[in-house]
């Protein structure tokens, strides 16, 4: 695909670049530029035109733009990190390209090439790797996203859109070390149902969530646990994150792929790194009971989150309503498959997978 690239006249000054990055947070600072690529339907069954890199800056939209009113939308998250060989490199974008994909379809949006998808990431690249952080675990955090930008209030999917990246620098997600998070039982919401949108990467399922997270906060916990009370409060996931059990013989138990979660790359990845070393994964429906069980009686030892932001996270506690699960604290297995992880995507460790690829 043809990229025009106009260079940002404006970009952030050296210095306070180089200050953002000493502390960068999580997705609050923005690199100078932004990737896009427009689609039109002219009845034609759409095409994409207008590749181009431009100054970050806000999106012009007509109020009547789908998304705004009925938030068509699908997004991605990923990683990039600059190895000791001077390379940046990000983690299995093809795996992003494809589930951007699925999620476009269950949101009736059109198909991006996985080609242009990662051409996407590396045109980003081009312009703003001096925006990669350094340091333990700090990353550039790329954010490529499609949204619904026709104006028409009618409902049906939108015969213009725009597919984008941003970038934002990103320090480590909790800080450092592993500290174990406190999570919020979610019993008065649910994030996804039987032929919903669960799977897909759409900002509602997040929407739907907040309510939910708002009511962890109140608890003074840190993150959401969804349950499918359909059956039998079988754990789903947490509201970004998937969600892994390791069992006193060293198994590990995560919920299988029903529609209803989302397919995380991390996830995938957590299953090939613990089938590598032997361990036995089995991915079932596994309930909130079978947990709570589980870790009174000792079989269940070991209780993490997994997802791009945050990589791996030990689960400390469960707060169900009145009642407060103690988890074990940070196990072996969680260190040890969170250190190999984030050690091939930093470049510590051989990606023996082929994981990485470059983007500049
Ligand atoms: C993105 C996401 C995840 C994690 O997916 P990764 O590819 O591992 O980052 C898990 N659950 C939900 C709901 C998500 O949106």
Same mark, same amino acid.
């Given at each position: 695909m043809q990229f025009d690239i106009i260079e940002? &006249?404006? &970009?952030?000054a050296q210095d306070r670049r180089r200050e953002i990055l000493a502390d960068p947070g999580f997705g609050v600072h923005f690199s100078d530029h932004t990737v896009i690529i427009d689609w039109t339907d002219d009845g034609d069954g759409g095409s994409w035109h207008d590749a181009r890199v431009e100054a970050y800056g806000p999106i012009a939209l007509? *109020? /009547? /733009?789908?998304v705004l009113h009925y938030a068509q939308e699908v997004f991605e998250g990923m990683k990039a990190y600059r190895h000791a060989d001077g390379g940046v490199y990000t983690f299995r974008p093809r795996a992003n390209a494809a589930r951007m994909n699925r999620s476009a379809a269950r949101m009736a949006l059109p198909q991006l090439d996985e080609e242009a998808f990662v051409e996407s990431l590396e045109q980003m690249l081009a312009v @703003?790797?001096?925006?990669v952080p350094e340091g333990e675990g700090a990353a550039l955090y790329l954010r490529p996203f499609m949204i619904a930008? %026709?104006? $028409?209030?009618?409902? !049906? *999917? /939108?015969r213009e859109v725009s597919y984008r990246v941003i970038a934002s620098p990103a320090g480590n997600y909790f800080g450092g070390e592993l500290k174990p998070v406190r999570i919020w039982v979610s !019993? @008065? $919401?649910? !994030?996804s149902g039987p032929g919903g949108t669960g799977a897909a990467k759409t900002g509602g399922n997040y929407a739907g969530s907040l309510a939910a997270q708002a009511q962890a906060a109140e608890h003074g916990c840190d993150q959401v646990l969804f349950l @499918? *009370?359909?059956? %039998?409060? /079988?754990v789903e996931e947490l509201g970004g994150m998937n969600v892994f059990l390791v069992t006193s013989d060293g198994r590990l138990i995560t919920p299988q792929l029903t529609g209803t979660i989302l397919e995380g790359v991390t996830r995938d990845s957590v299953i090939q790194l613990a089938q590598d070393r032997g361990l036995a994964v089995e991915e079932r429906r596994v309930t909130l009971d079978e947990w709570a069980r589980g870790i009174e009686d000792g079989t269940i030892v070991e209780a993490f989150a997994c997802g791009t932001a945050a990589v791996i996270t030990p689960i400390g506690e469960l707060v169900d309503g009145e009642t407060t699960i103690a988890s074990p604290g940070t196990g072996e297995v969680t260190a040890s498959i969170r250190e190999e992880l984030l050690g091939i995507q930093t470049g510590a460790v051989a990606d023996r997978h082929g994981w990485m690829h470059r983007l500049a």
């Open positions: 940002n &006249p404006h &970009p952030v007509d *109020p /009547a /733009a789908s @703003d790797s001096s925006w930008t %026709e104006a $028409f209030l009618g409902v !049906r *999917p /939108a !019993r @008065d $919401f649910t !994030r @499918d *009370p359909l059956h %039998e409060n /079988a």
